[in-house]
């Protein structure tokens, strides 16, 4: 009927099926119209009948699983009081972990602040040391040490050679002349 109408294209043949349950219709999506199909009736699945004894077995384990059920959902005190104690504990185990790593984060920070105060502090250190390395004259310091203050060079007579054994120390008893 409307197959003379219609064109049959590759997304008519590959056309999505889906049921309707609230219809119980089956339709199909093509590119043009939506058509309804009555979809087959479905016969009801039929249970063999159990017998007595398999009935009560039945009853039994569903009755058990009821049971497990509702045991499973009971909260006592006992479990209350454990649940919050476990609840407690893990909130101050956090708190405490949260705690330690701002602590180390700031003592991170000092530690970086102290070693950047050290190289500063080395580098003025080195800088002093050469500018007074530059501004002292060697020559003015041994004239001035000769002149003023009445210093001079070591005679030969004046030095004392010793030898020491070669053990690893040496005990002095008395003073060296």
Partial sequence: MNQNYTRKTS?????????????????????????????PKRQPERVPART?????????????????????????????????AATVICAMVCGMYIYMQASMAMNMRQISNLETQISELKTTNDASEKRLDTTMNLETIKEKAQ??????????????YYSVDNSDYMNQYGSVD
């Fill in 11 to 39: 997304s008519n043949r590959n056309a999505e099926r889906y049921t309707d349950t609230y219809r119980r219709n089956t339709y199909e999506n093509g590119n043009a119209v939506r058509r309804a199909q009555t979809a």
């Fill in 147 to 160: 002149k003023d203050l009445g210093m001079s060079y070591a005679d030969s007579d004046q030095i004392v």
């Fill in 52 to 84: 007595r004894e398999e009935e009560i077995r039945y009853r039994q384990k569903v009755h058990a699983a009821k049971r497990n059920r509702q045991n499973a959902l009971l909260m006592n005190r006992r479990y209350v009081i454990f649940l919050a």
